[in-house]
């Protein structure tokens, strides 16, 4: 059964330096999609992705984060810079459209000291 | 605003029995409804849907009850088993553009009693 993955499973940086979250989306899926869960709260949306540019983003996705998909088949979150508040892990996701049901991958965990 | 909530953060049940877990919406715009199981140190796994024009859906032991007039939602398993206990969202998609995002609700986590 297709699946989304991501890599790495777990990522630990100082505060104020880059990550970049890997992701690579079932194949046939044409929409992507990135969320976090801080630890004990609930899933947070971030951003979707559609056709090589954002579609939509939430408040919490600032001029600090970006996306991209680099190929055909990864699929990128880049933190510029980042604070203590981001870590959590972030959930990659994919959908074949728009209104239809997104599959997550496991996670990365990011952990900002 | 759109909001989702779950009634309780945590449900106990003994091995065999029924369980149900609710949740309350209060967009009545909503249509489309998710229920997701996350595993501790896992993504959010899909389990079952339903859209606004059905009030039922069945899968293979859970089913979902769809109740529009009051915004409500509840996922129901049969025969819960050891490997049933997780945290479980109900889930909405909205968006516009046809773009949707998932807005999740809180959560219940499920404990199963051997």
């Known amino acids: 059964e297709p699946e989304v993955t991501q890599t790495p499973s777990h990522q630990v940086t100082q505060m104020g330096q880059e990550v970049i979250l890997r992701c690579v989306p079932i194949s046939n899926h044409l929409y992507f999609y990135w969320y976090r869960q801080i630890l004990g709260q609930k899933v947070e949306f971030l951003v979707s992705f559609y056709n090589n540019e954002i579609s939509e983003k939430s408040e919490i996705f600032d001029d600090q984060f970006s996306v991209e998909r680099p190929d055909g088949s990864n699929f990128t979150l880049k933190i510029r810079s980042t604070k203590l508040e981001d870590s959590a892990m972030y959930f990659c996701a994919s959908s074949s459209s728009g209104a239809d049901t997104q599959y997550f991958g496991p996670g990365t965990r990011l952990t900002v000291l | 605003g759109e909001s989702v909530g779950l009634h309780l953060p945590t449900l106990s049940v003994q091995e065999g029995d029924n369980s149900i877990i609710n949740c309350a919406y209060s967009?009545?715009?909503?249509?489309?409804f998710i229920w997701y199981k996350q595993e501790s140190g896992k993504g959010p796994q899909f389990i079952i849907d339903i859209r606004s024009n059905m009030d039922k859906r069945q899968g293979q032991r859970v089913t979902v009850l769809l109740n529009k007039t009051v915004k409500h939602l509840s996922l129901q398993i049969a025969a819960t088993q050891p490997g049933d206990s997780a945290v479980y969202f109900c889930?909405?998609?909205?968006?516009?553009?046809?773009?949707?995002?998932?807005?999740f609700g809180t959560g219940t986590k499920l404990q199963v009693i051997p």
């Open positions: 889930a909405e998609m909205a968006g516009s553009g046809g773009y949707q995002k998932v807005t």
């Open positions: 967009n009545s715009a909503s249509d489309y």
